[in-house]
């Protein structure tokens, strides 16, 4: 890999140290337009999608670990960070203070923050998008965009949310929030983008009287996700082509309604399941 290591960062005040820490917070990150990722597998997903790596941090140990017995990922990862010149090595403690969370996951990487452009996507000719409206929980999101993966949806689309790379965001995607394209803009920048591409939206609301089952969603289409607490509530009502159309999941039992990831997983596959049956015609 590397006939010399550079030296062992040891300092909790290190100036690498203390930026790290400070990106940390949402609006900083932001603000340096940086994405930070705990861990070897999202680190290589990031890797994967074709995140700029900017800088890895792991302990000596951890390093001589992934040479020994490391997998493809791992290793070009510490590729990468040594062709950029971003490899830095650091002692467990200093490993704990710019990690996320209680404990370190091995490394950790920071990346240049992607473009999040409406049009700047590339969508298929028959698109399923996913917009998230008001989501506060991290965790959410992240979870949305594990299901959206697997759903085979085209786009995540984020109006007004947290910020989709928040450490808990991606942890709890698996990666996938770097294999999924998104895109950030407001309510009026993106129904002007669904009519330009000629999406049809569908808003996801308890008290619709169309269920599920029952809607077609074999076109081009877009399910409009809203806040956990509060629902879509007068957002998202109408677009300059008409009324957005209403969808609910018929629900069984006492409770009225689902978590918003779980909610996106039910309407994704259901839409996923739609178009395979017609494929298969």
Not at 27 to 48: I, P
Not at 64 to 81: E, M, P, V, Y
Not at 147 to 163: H, P, Q, R
Not at 239 to 260: A, F
């Amino acid at each position: 890999m590397t006939d010399s290591l550079p030296p062992v960062i040891r300092s909790h005040s290190n100036p690498k140290v203390r930026r790290l820490a400070k990106l940390r917070d949402n609006r900083t990150r932001r603000q340096a337009k940086s994405v930070l990722v705990d861990g070897w597998r999202e680190s290589a997903h990031a890797l994967q999608a074709g995140l700029e790596l900017v800088g890895l941090y792991l302990s000596s140990e951890e390093f001589s670990k992934s040479q020994t017995s490391g997998n493809a990922g791992q290793r070009r990862i510490l590729q990468q960070a040594t062709k950029a010149n971003g490899l830095t090595l650091v002692t467990d403690a200093v490993l704990s203070k710019i990690s996320f969370g209680q404990s370190s996951r091995g490394v950790v990487a920071e990346f240049k923050e992607p473009q999040a452009d409406l049009y700047g996507l590339k969508l298929s000719k028959n698109p399923l998008l996913l917009i998230l409206d008001r989501i506060e929980k991290p965790g959410n999101i992240g979870a949305v965009f594990r299901s959206a993966d697997a759903a085979g949806v085209d786009a995540i689309l984020l109006c007004d949310c947290t910020d989709r790379f928040n450490p808990n965001a991606v942890r709890n995607s698996q990666g996938a929030i770097f294999h999924v394209p998104s895109a950030v803009g407001t309510e009026q920048e993106i129904t002007a983008f669904m009519e330009k591409q000629k999406i049809q939206p569908f808003a996801a609301r308890v008290e619709s009287s169309d269920v599920l089952w029952k809607t077609e969603l074999t076109k081009p289409t877009a399910i409009i996700l809203g806040n956990e607490a509060d629902g879509l509530k007068e957002r998202w009502q109408q677009s300059s082509s008409g009324p957005i159309r209403g969808i609910r999941i018929p629900m069984n039992g006492k409770t009225d309604s689902l978590n918003v990831s779980v909610t996106a997983a039910i309407i994704a596959m259901e839409a996923s399941r739609q178009r395979s049956l017609i494929e298969m015609r």
